[in-house]
């Protein structure tokens, strides 16, 4: 690293985007990360589709449960 770096060029927030939607990372214990690949793979389906459904499900029980 330098000991110096020279901002003065700088553009504040140049790459921010108002209405950019972050994806936060969603991290897996390996056994259920290979139940659910598993799972996936034997559907056809993608990992994301898999755990995207089965969330979707579980919403779907608790607001019937409310």
């Not at 056809?44 to 979707?56: H, K, P, T, Y």
Request: hydrophobic fraction near 40%; avoid cysteine; glycine fraction near 4%.
């Amino acid at each position: 690293m330098k000991d110096n770096y020279d901002f003065s060029k700088g553009e504040r927030g140049k790459f921010f985007r108002k209405e950019a939607t972050l994806v936060p990372p969603v991290h897996l214990d390996p056994e259920i990360l290979s139940y659910l690949s598993a799972r996936a793979d034997a559907q056809g389906a993608s990992l994301s589709e898999l755990v995207n459904l089965m969330l979707q499900k579980d919403i779907e029980l608790i607001e019937l449960a409310r």
